[in-house]
């Protein structure tokens, strides 16, 4: 039911109600009324403009007067209706046009945040990898001595997971280029000449004795042998990874195993031989580097270098540091005596996974593949990118320096291997393969004198010359390593079909 004024008997537009006779009326009205009387209307009550108590009710639509139902009043009314619709929409698009304003400006403002924070977390990271290097020096962190002979080990197998990197100690940067200039000064005194025991290829043909069959070495139900080395040392000692998991050591001499190494939850995809020690280095896409030692075949070290798939792995020149690659985009310099890792390092320019590393002889510099098909080589003391090697078309797959110095060999998915020399910092020579031939090793020999490479087949190269002079075919899966034995007297080759060869040259 609607309210109604007592004075005016319409409906209110601001309805009030009076305590003193309990009547509603339009506030304007009793208003006046009590200003001139001082009481309620209708019992002459005393009655003042405090007491009056608002009512709060839906404001009511009221009837249009019949004055209102003309053709020129409806016209009018239409006419006003249209001008406050316009009016509206033009209120609606200018805080439409302010509010894009504003969030223009609060997009920008958010950038430019997100830019200063990534700058700032570059510039702590730098900082961080400073205070690293600067830590031993101020007498922060004082080096253990640790036996040249044996890994520092607190038990077997133990995980090597730190949350800071060791740093680059001025005594860790001295120690490489004592070594460099050591080796610098004997390739001096070889000059160009070619060892008198080095064999001189004369012909194709697979060492006599040996069946394919007898050297199936990892797990058949997992076929695949994905890694190969060769002792330093002593070259009839076989070192591979393998599909299954397991690194096995072979001795090439006697044709026994001399152990078989456990450990890795994923496959084996590069494998380096210690020259010195009885231990060798295995690396997996479980993003672990496991150290073994071979008489007890056991892991003594568990490196944790990096959070993604390790690619690649190389054992530098004085045998005490490890060089290992990953997708993460990460090349990693790890001490192998205490299994810390002394400083990880990436391209932020590119944010490409890597694909393979290798040390140069020398140990100074060293050389990493990337996914987008490019050859980054690096200053170990330095920790920069020095140089930059394009020309391949998909991901290199293998990168191998030779022992003169300054030629470097690299293979990629597009069927090519390119030869560079490091002194003109170019591309000299192009090996161009077959369509679909297939790359996944290459190396020099001790001397410099050949290059081989594995994949489809297996192929060896003279250098200098750069032609093919022998040629392979008896894996019948992919080849997936290649080595030489001491002064090429034999050639190692391992493959998809589980097998170990042997081959003269």
């Known amino acids: 039911m609607a309210l109604i004024c007592s004075i005016s008997n319409e409906v209110p537009e601001h309805p009030c109600v009076s305590p003193v006779s309990n009547h509603v009326y339009e506030r304007r009205l009793i208003e006046k009324y009590i200003a001139e009387n001082g009481t ?5 009550q005393p009655l003042s403009e405090e007491q009056l108590i608002d009512i709060k009710v839906a404001h009511p639509i009221r009837p249009r007067p019949p004055s209102a139902t003309s053709i020129p009043a409806i016209l009018k009314a239409l006419q006003d209706e249209w001008d406050a619709v316009m009016l509206h929409s033009f209120t609606l698009r200018q805080q439409l046009q302010t509010t894009r304003q504003e969030l223009s400006h609060a997009l920008y403002q958010h950038d430019a945040a997100c830019r200063v924070i990534a700058r700032l977390t570059k510039e702590v990271t730098a900082a961080r990898e400073a205070l690293a290097t600067l830590k031993p020096q101020a007498g922060l962190i004082v080096p253990q001595a640790v036996p040249s002979s044996q890994p520092n080990v607190a038990g077997a197998g133990e995980s090597m997971d730190l949350g800071e990197l060791a740093g680059m100690t001025p005594e860790i940067i001295q120690k490489p280029q004592d070594k460099a200039t050591v080796l610098t000064t004997e390739r001096k005194k070889r000059g160009k000449t070619v060892p008198e025991e080095l064999v001189e290829a004369r012909g194709a043909q697979q060492v006599p004795g040996r069946s394919p069959r007898m050297w199936g070495l990892h797990s058949a139900s997992i076929p695949g042998i994905l890694a190969l080395d060769l002792c330093p040392s ?12 397991n690194v ?3 001795d090439k001499s006697s044709e026994q195993i001399l152990a078989t190494l456990k450990g890795h939850s994923k496959k084996v995809t590069s494998v380096v031989f210690h020259p010195s020690q009885d231990l060798v280095f295995s690396a997996s896409p479980d993003a672990t580097i496991r150290i073994w030692s071979v008489p007890n075949a056991s892991c003594v070290q568990v490196v944790r270098a990096h ?8 054992l530098h020149a004085t045998g005490d540091y490890l060089l290992s690659s990953s997708d993460d985009q990460y090349w990693a310099f790890s001490d192998i005596q205490t299994g810390r890792v002394l400083t ?16 140069h002889p020398d140990g100074l510099i060293f050389g990493t593949g990337t996914m987008d098909s490019q050859i980054k080589i690096w200053d170990l003391k330095e920790r920069t990118n020095v140089a930059n090697f394009p020309g391949h078309s998909g991901p290199i797959t293998s990168i191998a320096f030779s022992e003169n110095g300054y030629y470097l060999a690299t293979a990629a998915d597009d069927s090519s291997v390119k030869l560079w020399d490091l ?6 020579k192009t090996l161009q393969l077959d369509n679909n031939f297939e790359v996944k090793s290459l190396i020099f020999d001790q001397s410099g004198t050949y290059l081989a490479l594995g994949g489809t087949d297996v192929q060896i190269y003279i250098c200098k010359q750069w032609t093919e002079i022998l040629h392979f075919t008896e894996h019948s899966g992919l080849t997936t390593g290649v080595a030489f034995g001491h002064h090429a007297k034999f050639i190692a080759s391992t493959g998809m079909d589980r097998s170990l060869k042997f081959y003269s040259l």
Do not use: H, Y
Request: with cysteine.
């Open 40 to 44: 309620d209307p209708v019992n002459n």
């Open 234 to 245: 002593d070259t009839n000692k076989i070192l591979t990874g393998g599909a299954d998991k």
């Open 248 to 250: 096995i050591v072979f």
């Open 307 to 314: 959070e993604g798939s390790v690619t690649g792995l190389s």
């Open 344 to 359: 990880k390092v990436t391209d932020e320019s590119s944010g490409c996974a890597l694909t393979c590393a290798q040390f």
């Open 423 to 428: 002194r003109k910092l170019k591309n000299f």
